[in-house]
């Protein structure tokens, strides 16, 4: 069973960074999809980014183009989202999950997921 640990949430300021990390111990990451959920308070939870097996492309929601960046470093098996110029409604819970072999274009769906993590808290405020 794939188990996925995020860390790095945390507050921040608005215009601030931060970098999410989403590791695996057991199980190599790279033949997965990773995606990364964001869940604000009374919300549902949203697809954000996502990164595709091996080698594959990125993808990101309109909402976080050009400020985030999906990326996998393949020898400490974690992919990371680099969060930039951070806003309050960046705000929520991130979650990283895993989709085996998938291909991340289009966006893959919540239900596609397979193995989720337990989530960070991210709060954007000043």
């Known amino acids: 069973q794939l188990q996925l640990v995020e860390s790095g949430g945390g507050l921040v300021q608005p215009g601030g960074s931060l970098r999410l990390s989403c590791a695996a111990s057991?199980?190599?990451?790279?033949?997965?999809?990773i995606g990364w959920f964001r869940q604000a308070p009374g919300e549902e939870r949203k697809g954000v980014s996502c990164?595709?097996?091996?080698?594959?492309?990125?993808n990101y929601a309109d909402s976080v183009k050009g400020r985030f960046t999906i990326s996998r470093d393949n020898a400490k098996n974690t992919v990371y989202l680099q969060m930039n110029n951070l806003k309050p409604e960046d705000t929520g819970v991130y979650y990283c999950?895993?989709?085996?072999?998938?291909?991340?274009?289009?966006?893959?769906?919540?239900?596609?997921?397979?193995?989720w993590g337990q989530g960070t808290q991210v709060t954007v405020s000043s």
């Open positions: 057991d199980f190599s990451l790279d033949y997965y999809a």
């Open positions: 990164i595709s097996t091996r080698t594959g492309p990125t």
């Open positions: 999950a895993a989709a085996p072999g998938r291909f991340c274009v289009p966006m893959l769906y919540e239900r596609e997921y397979e193995f």
